[in-house]
């Protein structure tokens, strides 16, 4: 438990910080869910609207630390493939 000063600010910065990369993290995969679902429905265009879309967001997550951005780079290219893939 945080006893001086000091370590109970730090675990109150902490809780916050925890809550905005939580929102951040949950707002990106809603992104890369669109994504995901315009690719199994096999839309073409839809999907490549929504990687359009997704990809800002996926790369401001890297920018904010919630991200690293080898893991971002990654996502980005494997779903872009799958969309190219599209029939």
Do not use: C, W
Request: glycine residues 4%.
């Amino acid at each position: 438990m945080a006893n001086s000063p000091q370590s109970k600010k730090r675990a109150r910065q902490a809780d916050r910080r925890l809550a905005v990369n939580k929102a951040r993290r949950s707002r990106i995969r809603t992104f890369l869910k669109k994504v995901e679902e315009a690719i199994a429905t096999g839309d073409k265009s839809a999907a490549e609207t929504a990687l359009r879309t997704a990809q800002p967001e996926l790369m401001r997550g890297v920018t904010k630390g919630v991200y690293h951005k080898n893991t971002a780079a990654r996502k980005m290219s494997r779903l872009s493939s799958r969309v190219k893939a599209i029939a």
